[in-house]
C-alpha cells in the first residue's frame, strides 16, 4: 500500500479501513496470511496514528526520525526491528555554498552520532522508553545537547506578532483590511516551501449552459454556500497543477466540447473568486511558457476547482490519464466518506419537486430568449446562519431563549463563573434573538401565525429578510429588560456584544439594513455604538478572552438548538 501526501483527502480517509485490516492502525490486531508492507512518505510520520511490526527508512533529521520510530510496535507487544539505510557522508560541491538540499542531508547525516549514546546490546535500542532517556539526559549533558541540534532542522525565522496584528485579525466582520496579512508565516515561518494549490472536483459549477457569463458576485455566493470541504481537497506542488490541468485540456478538447467552455474556478484562500478558466487558456500554455509561469502564479496559495469531467484523478493522486467516469466527487449525489454540509440539486422549472428547506443559494443555469429561468441548481445546506434557525420542529422564541439561558446558567456554573458574569452570560442567552419578533423576519421564515417563533420548518425567503440581522434587531430589546437595567454599565457592554456577535458579526461593523424599529439617524447611531462597544471590550478583554465569552453564548445557543432537534421542543412540528 502507498500513503502519500499529495493525495486526495477522500481518498486518506478511504485508506483508513484498509491500513486496519492490514493491522498498520494503533490498536489493530489484525492477524495477516502473509506479510503486508506500507510504503510511505513524510506523510506516514505525522499523517496517521500507524502502529508496524517492522522499518525499512532513509535518514531523516532528528525531529522526524523520532517520529517515524514512534510508527513502530506502538504498544510494545513485539519485538520490532529498525533498518536504517544510508550512503556515505554527503558532501557538498561548493562547502562554503552549500545547496538546500545538501544542507538538508547533511543534517539527517549527523543523526549518525546520536545513536552513540542510546543503549546498545545486539542492537540500539530505539524504543520509547530509551529515547525519553536519551532526552532526559540532554537536559544536563552539554555534548549531547549539541549533537541533537546539529541534527535538527532549524527552526524558521517567524514575524513578529504584535497586539495591533492580533486586533486587525480578530476584526473578521471587515472583509478587507489594510493592517490583516496573510497569516501564513505566523503559523509556519519563513519558509522555502514550493508554492502549493489546492485542487478539488466538482460536479456541478455556476456555469450558465448557455448565454450570458455568471456574475462575480453569483461566483461568491455559490462557493459561499458551497465551499470547497477538507475531504475534497488535493495539495500538491503549484507547477504540478499547472502541467497537469494543461494535459487534462488538451484531452478534454479532442473529446469534442466547446474550447470557451468555462471548466474550473481558483479561489482565495478566504474563499473569494480569483478568476475563472476556459478550456483553450489551459491548453494554450504547453506550447508557450510565459503563459505556463503566469498559470503558476495565479495558482499559488488558490484552491483550484475543476469540472470533474476534466479526470485526470486515480486512487487520490493527480492521473494524466484518469478519466471522469473514475471520480466520485461531494455533489455527485453519490455516497461521500463525511458530512460536507451541502447539498447541490438541479431543478428544471415546472418540474415536481420535493419541498427543500434551507436553501441557501440558487443560479439559474438556463434562461429563455425572454430571461426566464428554465433550469437552477438548489445549494441546500445548514452552513449560513440564517438557514441554522430552520429546524424540523417548529420552536416558540420564549422557549428557545429560555432553553439557551438555562445552558448558559449550566455552563457557567461547570466552569465557575463568578455570580454578575454569571448573570452577564444568562441574560444575553436569554434575550438573544429577540430580534426574531420584526415582522419581516418571521414572514421571510415562513413561521407560523399563532406565536412568535425562534425556530421554524421553512422554507426561507431570504429576499423578505431585505438584509435584516436579528442580532442587530435584538439591542434594542435588551436595553429595555429591566435585568440588563440592573446591571453595572460595564457589564451592560459585554451583553451588548455578545448579543449582537453571536452568529460572528459586529467585528467590529453590523449591518443596519432592514432594521424597522428606529428611524435611519438612530440606526446609524446603534451601529456606532457596536463598533465603539467592541473597541472597549476588545482593550478590556483581550482578543482571546473577548472570543472566549462569545464561544460561551455560542455553545449554549448550539446546546438549545440541537435539544430542540432532538426532542421537537413543546410546540411539535409543523
Not at 19 to 38: E, N, Q, V, Y
Not at 282 to 311: C, H, M, P, S, Y
Not at 337 to 348: D, K, S
Request: net charge negative; glycine share 8%.
Amino acid at each position: 500500500m502507498l500513503f502519500v501526501g499529495a493525495r486526495r483527502v477522500k481518498e486518506r480517509v478511504d485508506a483508513e479501513e484498509t491500513l486496519r485490516a492490514l493491522g498498520f492502525l494503533a490498536g489493530s490486531d489484525k492477524k495477516l496470511d502473509k506479510p503486508a508492507f506500507l510504503i510511505a512518505t513524510s506523510a506516514g510520520e505525522v499523517g496517521v496514528d500507524l502502529n508496524a511490526d517492522h522499518m525499512v527508512c532513509d535518514l531523516v533529521p532528528w525531529e522526524r526520525m523520532v517520529q517515524r520510530l514512534g510508527r513502530v510496535n506502538r504498544l510494545g507487544k513485539g519485538n520490532a526491528q529498525v533498518i536504517l539505510l544510508h550512503g556515505d557522508e554527503p558532501q557538498p560541491k561548493k562547502p562554503d555554498e552549500p545547496k538546500p538540499d545538501e544542507i538538508r542531508a547533511m543534517i539527517a547525516w549527523r543523526t549518525l552520532n546520536i545513536y552513540d549514546n542510546l543503549p546498545k546490546e545486539s542492537c540500539i535500542d530505539v524504543s520509547p522508553g530509551a529515547i525519553r532517556k536519551l532526552r532526559l539526559c540532554a537536559e544536563t549533558d552539554t555534548r549531547l545537547q549539541e549533537k541533537i541540534r546539529a541534527a535538527t532542522t532549524p527552526l524558521p525565522l517567524y514575524p513578529a506578532l504584535s497586539r495591533a496584528l492580533v486586533d486587525a485579525w480578530s476584526m473578521t466582520a471587515l472583509q478587507e483590511h489594510t493592517g490583516r496579512p496573510d497569516v501564513a508565516p505566523w503559523l509556519r515561518g519563513w519558509v522555502d516551501d514550493e508554492p502549493q494549490t489546492v485542487v478539488a472536483w466538482r460536479k456541478f459549477l455556476p456555469v450558465r449552459i448557455e448565454g450570458e457569463t455568471a456574475t462575480n458576485k453569483e461566483v461568491e455566493q455559490f462557493f459561499e454556500a458551497a465551499a470547497p470541504h477538507l475531504s475534497e481537497k488535493l495539495e500538491t506542488e503549484s507547477w504540478r497543477v499547472a502541467d497537469w490541468i494543461s494535459q487534462r485540456a488538451a484531452a478534454w478538447k479532442e473529446r469534442g466540447p466547446e474550447a470557451q467552455d468555462i471548466v474550473a474556478f481558483a479561489l482565495d484562500p478566504d474563499g473569494t473568486p480569483r478568476r475563472s478558466y476556459k478550456v483553450d487558456e489551459f491548453g494554450a500554455i504547453r506550447k508557450d511558457k510565459d503563459r505556463e509561469k503566469r498559470l503558476i502564479n495565479e495558482l499559488t496559495g488558490a484552491t483550484l476547482v475543476v469540472d470533474a469531467r476534466l479526470g485526470g484523478l486515480g486512487d487520490g493522486l493527480l492521473s494524466d490519464n484518469a478519466e471522469a467516469t473514475d471520480i466520485r466527487t461531494a455533489d455527485d449525489g453519490g455516497d461521500w466518506p463525511v458530512e460536507v454540509g451541502f447539498q447541490i440539486r438541479t431543478e428544471r422549472i415546472g418540474d415536481d419537486t420535493e419541498d427543500l428547506p434551507r436553501v441557501a443559494f440558487e443560479f439559474a443555469t438556463r434562461r429563455s430568449a425572454e430571461g426566464e429561468v428554465l433550469e437552477r441548481l438548489l445549494i441546500v445546506t445548514d452552513k449560513t446562519e440564517e438557514s441554522r434557525a430552520e429546524s424540523r420542529h417548529a420552536q416558540l422564541l420564549e422557549e428557545h431563549q429560555s432553553w439557551t439561558e438555562r445552558h448558559a446558567r449550566r455552563i457557567a456554573r461547570e466552569i465557575g463563573l463568578p455570580g454578575d458574569y454569571a448573570e452577564v452570560l444568562a441574560i444575553a442567552a436569554r434575550l438573544h434573538d429577540e430580534g426574531k419578533r420584526a415582522r419581516r423576519w418571521q414572514l421571510a421564515f415562513n413561521a407560523r401565525k399563532d406565536g412568535v417563533y425562534a425556530k421554524t420548518r421553512g422554507p426561507l425567503a431570504p429576499a423578505r429578510l431585505g438584509g435584516y440581522r436579528h442580532e442587530f434587531g435584538s439591542l434594542s430589546y435588551a436595553e429595555r429588560d429591566e435585568g440588563f437595567r440592573q446591571l453595572p454599565s460595564e457589564l451592560q457592554d459585554l451583553v451588548l456584544h455578545l448579543i449582537a456577535a453571536h452568529h460572528g458579526r459586529a467585528r467590529p461593523v453590523i449591518e443596519t439594513e432592514g432594521c424597522d424599529d428606529e428611524p435611519p439617524s438612530l440606526l446609524e447611531s446603534r451601529a456606532r455604538d457596536v463598533v465603539l462597544r467592541f473597541a472597549r471590550l476588545q482593550k478590556q478583554w483581550g482578543p482571546w478572552g473577548l472570543a472566549w465569552w462569545e464561544a460561551l453564548l455560542r455553545a449554549a445557543d448550539q446546546q438549545a438548538s440541537k435539544e430542540n432537534d432532538q426532542r421537537g421542543g413543546t410546540n411539535g412540528s409543523r
